[in-house]
């Protein structure tokens, strides 16, 4: 008899997926380029020519028995400490390769992580607004999910709510700045008050809880700012990092752990993800992907154009009288809905050809998420599409 | 706090990689070319070119945003047909895209394949000797792993033990043919007669018993033979394959999971595994090695290599006295040890520098595992130490 828990998921689709599908079925019918899809957070600039250049070198040149031979079960060791000077050079950080585990992506390195932390009926706390993925994450872990409820004045974190829910029960935090679906950057004074807060209530337990840091989007900061690396304001942080956005490289799945070195257990961790990854039966990233990586970690895809792309979508969205925070990083803008439904403002917009994913199941009932990986000129083409759809369906709205 | 659980495997050291780092040590001090290293299952020829010039075509010409781009969830569509019609094309199979799930190697297939098809506190059946990784890939899960004892006689499978082991609580049967440590290839009679004892207990009990095959062996197979497809003996079956071996390609980590179109849920078990892999954020392979793999799956690295070692080491043994079953397959033979304490034979023999690993955690506990994937003048080099260890370790032994 086959796994009936698996078996029902099966019926829990993913709305971005859905909304996804529909765009891509419709695409068929009108055409790509005229279906303003901004369901899905797939990048949408070309990885940096180093990656492809580094890899083209690493298959000309490497024997193939080095370059795709077995790696040892916690990484290749070059790659680890190219990784870990790459975070030491840009953030004054203090990591050996020993405290880096490559993993398939922050999916993958949040998993590991949160398996490393907690036990199974362990709680992880989560800050609306937070990426639904978190569920699958920690519930296959046998770790239950906590949501703290957004401040939906600024997206920073509810910080009375959060105490509230920082019980003893709580073994680890799991924070995503910049942040998915809202855009929002957490400031220092948010980090500082988080740290404190945390480390207010592990003396209080007699335990430390840890932060578990989701940073895939760490390298795309708007105005000229440089996001805060969160490792530096909380000792017992994992950081969770994916090349994803910032190589454009998704379907490579490559990103890692990083143990902060005055993490408690800070040496066992990255040995216990090892384990954590042999039940899993994933041992390893690619071999080559690993190696590409480690050559080209500095490096990023041309990343400008998501400001760009933040920029005309939030001068719309002010001018058509949405509330709306303006995002400090990501390609994500989570404006509120005209309507109290957003799936019905959702589906409204969808006449028009505009697909927006209701932000109910990212803890942010009433908003929407406005995926903008898009090139520019689609971006400008749907401005005037969004104009049309707001005045037509909201006559009464704020524009 | 950390998972203790987590925390307490890391003292249970695998003696393989223990008896490897002891050669790697030992080569600093004698030269590597001075050890004769038995204990790691790694390929010793390299990848075919075709793989090789097909990873650096599909970086020269696809786009970067395709070729790196998210892969759907169940891996990429063209990908899963080209493997599916392979196995068509060889062995008369009817599968489609849709039975195939790509995995990170056979590790992350079984894995999957054993999530799929069991609820915790089932019980998976192996059959002895088995690759000691089955533990954590089972207990992972949450199922418990029952150890049917081998047949010495020649390492097929015990059958009377297996109908007395086979209780209604056991889910999963998983067999490794080419067997892994013993060399082992079932024969089509072996095959024919688990089927038959599947089918009778699965009407016995009122469900299917799903049967996990472990294949990534399949093409290496002796004296001009080859492996029975297992899948086309028994209907509820998935076929567990990894490429480390047939391509020679370990540490890029591609494999899949082909479900049998006639097996109980054979539409469900894909999309579930796409599930399981969403909690251990795990989602796909490299989307490069996929399509890479895909345009090659019928290639094969230069395997006879395997077959020459095995003969000359097969011979050796013999010579010496030892009882010892021919391999049908793979790299790997499994000699019983000249006395009844296998570790004490294998220490004796690193005092020649020879490397050997005692079979216990194997299942077959007073016999050694040799795998020979080495360049054969090093298996030539080796057989005149072999011969001095045993004659003077050994001198009333029967050579």
Redesign the interface.
Known sequence: ???????N??SNKNII?ILSEYATGRGKEIGYENVFDFS?G??????PQS??DT??RL??TK???T?????P?LGIPEVKEKVAASLNRRFDMKYTGNHIFP???A??????AI?????PGDEVLVFAPYFP?YN??I??SGAKIKVVPADFENFQINFDAAEEALTENV?AVLINSPNNPSGILYGEDTLEKLAALLTKKSEQFG??VFLISDEPYREIVFDGKEAPYVAKYYPHTLTCYSF?KSL???????GYVAVNPVC??AE??V???G??S????????????MLAMAETCDDTADLSVYETNMNLLYDTFKELGFTVVRPGGTFYIMPKALEEDSVEFCKKALKYDIVFVPADNFGAPGYFRVAYCLDTDKVRRSLPRIREFVRKEYPNAGH
């Not at 999916?107 to 590991?112: D, E, Q, S």
């Not at 398996?115 to 036990?119: D, L």
């Open positions: 008899m086959i796994n009936q828990e698996y078996l998921m099966l997926r899905l797939n990048p949408s600039v070309p990885a990656f492809t890899s083209i298959l000309q024997s193939p028995m370059l795709h031979g077995y790696s079960t993993t398939s992506g999916a993958g390195a949040i998993a590991h398996r490393a932390v907690t036990k993925e699958p994450y519930n296959g073994a335990h430390n994803s454009s490289v998704p379907g490579e799945r490559i408690e257990h066992e961790l040995p216990m993800m384990q954590i042999r039940g899993i039966g994933h041992n390893c990233p690619s071999s080559l992907i």
